[in-house]
């Protein structure tokens, strides 16, 4: 196999290979759900005149996305009886979520604000779940030089997904009412069965465990009996670290710190954010496979560390305008780059045997910051203040390029079993 690095012309023709086209559809599946168990469903108890305690209690509905790697063994392990070991999962929890969002448009947020909740997380739960079997099909489908525009279109489809049932459910509920609009989103979801019931299969088909307990505990035991193990998943925790610390408050930052109004903030991050983080995830996955993972996830890096001095320049100057739309485009733009390498570099860790667990896990991971920086964030801004959180925000990245450095033996000879592979 030619180790010939792919043109720009030959990545963008790999869009129309089915595998891409199934990666690319599955991805709006699995993005569909989370806004109607988040911010549109909030919308509704809010419009509905229920207490914002009720609403504070919300916020628990997400909690299955946090904790999917727990029972993605049972994904591993068991293999339904049609469609496969992945796609037949896929189709499973396609179905449930149709069903479920359909339940959800027939109740009322007054009457029955519990019984409302109690379905928003069992639909939560099944799209977590859907992920799971999302996450581990794209890997095993995926060739090592398809998985960097994989990532790309999975970001992008993902987007446009959380955008129609985000912003646009609302609009329609304003226009038609949320039981028509959650019965419309139901539909989109069993129309993406048809999308599963026509994706290929992947090409490699491992055995799966020959137990629960060996699907519970052999990926973890795999995965950290590797030369660097330990060391990779903190690097996967610690990766986006400057990129997550700058934007747990960024939206606070643009309306509290400079006074720009809730229009302001909306439009163009919607925009602005959308389009520059889209941009950036195609840039990275044509440039990965001609960089490798190690010089890749290492300029990516330094570019997303270094987007964040333009916070720094909006923090101590005056209210601009410009300067704002350059702060969110530069830095979605350098997170979209990042975002790629790490994608990719999570489906190439994976064991094919494995897949469904080891990428829920890793995901995981690299989600963490996510999850605890917010109350430190806060703290950090009220004792340095602005100019100087976004400042220390800039070198938060460096605990993960000093570990890359050490990663770079295994990190290229990833990249060399990659293109072997491929």
């Not at 946090?66 to 396609?94: C, E, H, M, N």
């Not at 193990?229 to 960024?250: C, E, H, N, P, T």
């Not at 990275?284 to 997303?304: C, N, V």
């Not at 109350?375 to 009220?382: M, N, R, T, Y």
């Given at each position: 196999?030619?180790?010939?690095?792919?043109?720009?012309?030959?990545?963008?023709?790999?869009?129309?290979?089915?595998?891409?086209?199934?990666?690319?559809?599955?991805?709006?599946?699995?993005?569909?759900?989370?806004?109607?168990?988040?911010?549109?469903?909030?919308?509704?108890?809010?419009?509905?005149?229920?207490?914002?305690?009720?609403?504070?209690?919300?916020?628990?509905?997400?909690?299955?996305?946090?904790?999917?790697?727990?029972?993605?063994?049972l994904?591993?392990?068991?293999?339904?009886?049609f469609?496969?070991?992945?796609?037949?999962?896929?189709?499973?929890f396609?179905?449930?979520?149709?069903?479920?969002?359909?339940?959800?448009?027939?109740?009322?947020?007054?009457?029955?604000?519990?019984?409302?909740?109690?379905?928003?997380?069992?639909?939560?739960?099944?799209?977590?779940?859907?992920?799971?079997?999302?996450?581990?099909?794209?890997a095993?489908?995926?060739?090592?030089?398809?998985?960097?525009?994989?990532?790309?279109?999975?970001?992008?489809?993902?987007?446009?997904?959380?955008?129609?049932?985000?912003?646009?459910?609302?609009?329609?509920?304003?226009?038609?009412?949320?039981?028509?609009?959650?019965?419309?989103m139901?539909?989109?979801?069993?129309?993406?069965?048809?999308?599963?019931?026509?994706?290929?299969?992947?090409?490699?088909?491992?055995?799966?465990?020959?137990?629960?307990?060996?699907?519970?505990?052999?990926?973890?035991?795999?995965?950290?009996?590797?030369?660097?193990?330990?060391?990779?998943l903190?690097?996967?925790?610690?990766?986006?670290?400057?990129?997550?610390?700058?934007?747990?408050?960024?939206?606070?930052?643009?309306?509290?710190?400079?006074?720009?109004?809730?229009?302001?903030?909306?439009?163009?991050?919607?925009?602005?954010?959308?389009?520059?983080?889209?941009?950036?995830?195609?840039?990275?996955?044509?440039?990965?496979?001609?960089?490798?993972?190690?010089?890749?996830?290492?300029?990516?890096?330094?570019?997303?560390?270094?987007?964040?001095?333009?916070?720094?320049?909006?923090?101590?100057?005056?209210?601009?305008?410009?300067?704002?739309?350059?702060?969110i485009?530069?830095?979605?733009?350098?997170?979209?780059?990042?975002?790629?390498?790490?994608?990719?570099?999570?489906?190439a860790?994976?064991?094919?045997?494995?897949?469904?667990?080891?990428?829920?896990?890793?995901?995981?991971?690299?989600?963490?910051?996510?999850?605890?920086?917010?109350?430190?964030?806060?703290?950090?801004?009220?004792?340095?203040?602005?100019?100087?959180?976004?400042?220390?925000?800039?070198?938060?990245?460096?605990?993960?390029?000093?570990?890359?450095?050490?990663?770079?033996?295994?990190?290229?000879?990833?990249?060399?079993?990659?293109?072997?592979?491929?």
């Amino acid at each position: 196999m030619s180790n010939q690095k792919p043109s720009f012309i030959q990545s963008l023709k790999a869009l129309t290979q089915p595998r891409l086209l199934a990666t690319t559809l599955l991805a709006f599946s699995s993005g569909l759900p989370l806004a109607l168990t988040g911010s549109t469903l909030q919308a509704w108890y809010t419009v509905a005149g229920v207490s914002i305690v009720t609403i504070g209690v919300l916020s628990l509905v997400g909690q299955p996305y946090t904790y999917k790697f727990l029972w993605a063994p049972l994904l591993d392990r068991y293999t339904p009886a049609f469609l496969g070991r992945r796609r037949g999962w896929v189709l499973i929890f396609q179905f449930l979520l149709a069903v479920s969002l359909a339940a959800m448009a027939f109740m009322n947020p007054v009457t029955a604000p519990w019984l409302l909740a109690g379905f928003a997380f069992f639909v939560a739960f099944l799209s977590a779940s859907q992920d799971i079997a999302i996450d581990a099909y794209r890997a095993d489908l995926l060739n090592p030089n398809e998985r960097a525009m994989g990532a790309a279109v999975t970001t992008l489809a993902y987007r446009i997904a959380m955008l129609l049932s985000g912003a646009v459910a609302m609009i329609l509920a304003d226009q038609i009412g949320w039981k028509n609009t959650y019965l419309i989103m139901a539909a989109l979801m069993a129309s993406e069965m048809l999308v599963t019931w026509r994706s290929p299969e992947p090409d490699f088909h491992p055995k799966p465990p020959v137990s629960l307990y060996k699907a519970v505990v052999e990926p973890f035991k795999e995965f950290l009996g590797r030369k660097a193990g330990w060391l990779i998943l903190i690097f996967v925790m610690v990766y986006k670290l400057s990129d997550v610390v700058a934007l747990s408050l960024s939206t606070a930052f643009l309306l509290r710190g400079l006074n720009f109004t809730l229009t302001d903030v909306g439009v163009y991050y919607k925009t602005i954010g959308l389009t520059a983080t889209v941009l950036g995830s195609f840039i990275g996955a044509i440039y990965l496979p001609r960089m490798g993972f190690y010089r890749a996830l290492m300029w990516f890096g330094i570019l997303q560390g270094l987007s964040n001095f333009v916070f720094v320049l909006l923090a101590v100057s005056a209210k601009s305008y410009a300067l704002m739309i350059a702060a969110i485009f530069v830095e979605n733009l350098c997170g979209g780059l990042s975002n790629v390498a790490m994608v990719a570099l999570l489906m190439a860790l994976c064991n094919a045997k494995y897949t469904a667990t080891q990428f829920a896990l890793l995901s995981a991971l690299s989600a963490v910051g996510r999850v605890f920086v917010g109350p430190f964030a806060g703290l950090l801004v009220e004792q340095m203040g602005w100019a100087w959180f976004f400042t220390f925000s800039v070198f938060c990245v460096l605990p993960a390029l000093v570990i890359l450095v050490f990663l770079k033996p295994y990190l290229e000879a990833l990249t060399k079993s990659e293109k072997k592979k491929s």
